[in-house]
């Protein structure tokens, strides 16, 4: 297993051949109040391309819609039962949405 940082909240995580990608964000601010103190490691156009996204939350600085619309429409994009819908809005093609527990 493989772990790097990308900035904030998103991660590659490899392990076993597969790539999943939690919270994608590769903007340089989230909330008004509050920006990077760092650029991400990566900037969206070259960011890893996985076969899976995670996105734990809506809060801005934890889903990149651009980055998002950028990915091929087979990757999934798994998010909370909730959010299934409202994150094909910024762009995730392939949801699926997860039941706590």
Known sequence: MKISLLGHATFLIECAGQELL???????WGNPALTRIQPPAARREDAPKPGQV?????????????????????VLVLTRYLYQNVNRLPGARHTIGLIAW
């Open 22 to 28: 939690p919270d994608p964000y590769f903007g340089s």
């Open 54 to 74: 995670l996105v734990s939350h809506n809060h801005c600085d934890h889903i990149d819609g651009l980055f998002l619309c950028s990915l091929n429409k087979d």
